[in-house]
């Protein structure tokens, strides 16, 4: 289990630690975005090549099965697109702009007293984060080989309170919106309908599935926090002795 802290710059030493645990025959359960961010189509082929398996549910989504759903329960479906609310941080502060008429900065400051934004916040605000967490979905759903580099990525710094209040006179509000639809894959403030699934508030987090059957399906929940990534940790635990389990029985 790899649950060092996230380094998008050269994604070490989870990265060193993930391929010589691959190389060592092992099985790896990570919440750490970085490796899968930089290096995931090559971190998937050598798992296949060393017949282990890699799982890393508490990466998007937190306690919500994000990934779990599109792979297995639209498993005879086809997906077509992925949009979604994808980090907490940002959207509690548009929400917080949105709704009690806060500047950026304002906002930003609750949300670093209440424990939801680090002291050093680009991770969360620059978009990186929905970045690392688009990457995943692109590559482990749609197969998409990308790395962080292939995201075209802006974050809410520049979102202003006129912005926002355009919006709203036409319904709207602003969220950043990771997406991903055929060769385009993007991090961006975006305008979104208030009564869209995707609208949700505080720190929600929210993903839609586009597919070619089964129409918009959206998940909701909270996307971070100790007990619920530990959750997400235990899922993946249960799904590779599952799959082991089936392995010694066929």
Same mark, same amino acid.
């Given at each position: 289990?790899? =649950?060092?802290?996230?380094?998008?710059?050269? /994604?070490?030493?989870? $990265?060193?630690?993930?391929?010589?645990? %691959?190389?060592?025959?092992?099985?790896? =359960?990570?919440?750490?975005?970085?490796? &899968?961010?930089?290096?995931?189509?090559? $971190?998937?082929? *050598?798992?296949?090549?060393?017949?282990?398996?890699?799982?890393?549910?508490?990466?998007?989504?937190?306690?919500?099965?994000?990934?779990?759903? /599109?792979?297995?329960? *639209?498993?005879?479906?086809?997906?077509?697109?992925?949009?979604?609310?994808?980090?907490?941080?940002?959207?509690?502060? *548009?929400?917080?702009?949105?709704?009690?008429? =806060?500047?950026?900065?304002?906002?930003? +400051?609750?949300?670093?007293?209440?424990?939801?934004?680090?002291? !050093?916040?680009?991770?969360?605000?620059?978009? %990186?984060?929905?970045?690392?967490?688009?990457?995943? $979905?692109?590559?482990?759903?749609?197969?998409?080989?990308?790395?962080?580099?292939? =995201?075209?990525?802006?974050?809410?710094?520049?979102?202003?309170?006129? /912005?926002?209040?355009?919006?709203?006179?036409?319904?709207?509000?602003?969220? *950043?919106?990771?997406?991903?639809?055929?060769?385009?894959?993007?991090?961006?403030?975006?305008?979104?309908?208030?009564?869209?699934?995707?609208?949700?508030?505080?720190?929600?987090?929210?993903?839609?599935?586009?597919? !070619?059957?089964?129409? !918009?399906?959206? &998940?909701?929940?909270?996307?971070?926090?100790?007990?619920?990534? +530990?959750?997400?940790? &235990?899922?993946?635990?249960?799904?590779?002795?599952?799959? $082991? /389990?089936?392995?010694?029985?066929?």
């Amino acid at each position: 289990v790899e =649950v060092t802290p996230v380094n998008i710059k050269d /994604a070490e030493p989870a $990265l060193s630690h993930i391929t010589k645990a %691959f190389k060592t025959g092992k099985h790896v =359960v990570t919440t750490n975005k970085g490796p &899968l961010a930089l290096a995931m189509p090559a $971190l998937t082929e *050598l798992a296949d090549y060393n017949n282990v398996y890699l799982r890393f549910s508490g990466t998007v989504g937190g306690g919500t099965p994000m990934l779990e759903f /599109a792979k297995r329960c *639209l498993a005879g479906d086809k997906i077509l697109a992925i949009k979604g609310i994808l980090n907490g941080t940002t959207n509690y502060i *548009l929400t917080e702009m949105s709704q009690n008429r =806060v500047t950026f900065q304002e906002a930003l +400051a609750n949300a670093q007293k209440l424990g939801y934004a680090e002291r !050093e916040p680009s991770m969360d605000i620059d978009g %990186f984060d929905t970045a690392c967490k688009v990457v995943i $979905l692109a590559n482990w759903i749609l197969n998409n080989k990308i790395t962080l580099r292939d =995201v075209d990525r802006t974050g809410i710094r520049d979102v202003s309170l006129k /912005a926002l209040d355009e919006a709203s006179k036409k319904g709207n509000t602003i969220k *950043l919106i990771g997406s991903i639809d055929g060769d385009s894959t993007t991090v961006k403030p975006t305008e979104i309908p208030k009564n869209n699934a995707l609208c949700v508030s505080g720190v929600l987090n929210a993903v839609t599935f586009f597919t !070619e059957f089964a129409g !918009e399906q959206t &998940l909701v929940g909270r996307g971070a926090g100790g007990m619920e990534t +530990a959750s997400a940790v &235990l899922r993946d635990l249960l799904d590779i002795r599952h799959k $082991l /389990a089936n392995k010694i029985l066929t």
